[in-house]
């Protein structure tokens, strides 16, 4: 059995050592071949980075603009006629909308009426302390002459006063009636929904026959420029920044396009839970496809 079993275990030996050898063979390299393949080599893949350039500090923010405000109604009434509606251009004091004025313009006409009433008897009083003041003038020189007795002096000396004094109640009472007609005009003014500045009609909230309160949402206004980016920076760009730079920006909404903007003002102050400031510029190109409520990227240079 041992003269038997010697073969097969030689044989297993050799097929073992035939093996390591290819192994070997296999994984040694030339330097050359394996230097080749290490600069080859892809890189590990990385988390994507903020879009920004060395020596840049990237900042975010929306755009937005000076005036944009919910108009409302300064008044009950009920809505007759609607002139505006969303996407509309608006002048400042274009009328976007009227309200029900036949009570009010009832009223106007009313006190109009009181105001001349009262004006017309006005005239009548100033017409009649001249004739008073002219026999109170009379009656002086009498009395100089010693020709009428004091009490008639006096009398026509109170007379004339007492008809100034009614001269001067007549003309509060047209004042009166002058403010009286005043408020009535601001009353039927608001009546009238009225843009408070150019821009664009973005929302609107009524409806023609609706019946509305005063403080009630009417339209949604807004200027479409100057367009304008308020950001923050960390507090090491106090005293870098100043008024004036040109930054860089772009929008996701507008593709690749880059904008130009001018830093218009800058925080004084560094925000203590934060640790930032605020900076706020306006977009100096014409005719761009920007809106405001875009979110945009700033690039602020980080030189020290």
């Keep these: 059995m041992c003269t038997r079993s010697l073969p ?14 290819l192994t070997a063979c296999s994984d040694a390299k030339p330097p050359e071949v ?17 879009p920004q350039k060395e020596g840049f500090f990237v900042a975010s923010g929306p755009l937005i603009v000076e005036h944009q405000v919910d108009v409302a109604a300064q008044r009950d009434g009920i809505v007759t006629e609607v002139k505006a509606d969303s996407g509309t251009p608006v002048k400042a004091g274009q009328v976007l909308a009227l309200l029900d004025d036949r009570q009010i ?3 106007l006409d009313a ?12 005239k009548n009083w100033e017409a009649e302390a001249k004739v008073l ?77 609706q019946e509305v309160a005063k403080g009630d949402r009417m339209f949604w206004v807004t200027e479409t420029s100057p367009l304008r980016v308020r950001f923050t920076l960390p507090e090491r760009f106090v005293g870098r920044l100043r008024r004036g730079v040109l930054l860089q920006l772009n929008s996701t909404d507008t593709g690749d396009t880059n904008y130009h ?9 560094v925000d203590p839970s934060s640790g930032t400031i605020e900076v706020m510029a306006e977009i100096i190109d014409r005719n761009t496809n920007l809106r405001p ?9 980080d030189q020290p």
């Design 111 to 122: 006190a109009r009426a009181r105001t001349r009433s009262t004006a017309a008897d006005l």
């Design 133 to 209: 003041q002219a026999d109170f003038e009379r009656a002086q020189k009498m009395w100089d002459a010693q020709l009428i007795t004091k009490e008639q002096y006096d009398h026509a000396r109170f007379k004339a006063e007492s008809d100034q004094w009614d001269v001067k109640r007549v003309q509060e009472l047209l004042v009166n009636a002058q403010e009286t007609e005043h408020s009535l005009e601001l009353e039927l003014e608001k009546t009238r929904i009225r843009a408070p500045f150019s821009g664009i009609v973005a929302r609107r909230y009524i409806r023609g026959g």
């Design 34 to 50: 394996a230097s080749a393949a290490s600069s080859t080599a892809p890189t590990p893949p990385t988390a994507p980075a903020v």
């Design 261 to 269: 903007a001018r830093v218009m003002e800058i925080s004084p102050v």
């Design 293 to 301: 409520g875009m979110s945009t990227t700033i690039r602020v240079p």
């Design 105 to 107: 313009a009832a009223d």
């Design 8 to 21: 097969r275990f030689g044989l297993v030996l050799t097929m073992l050592g035939v093996a390591c050898v």
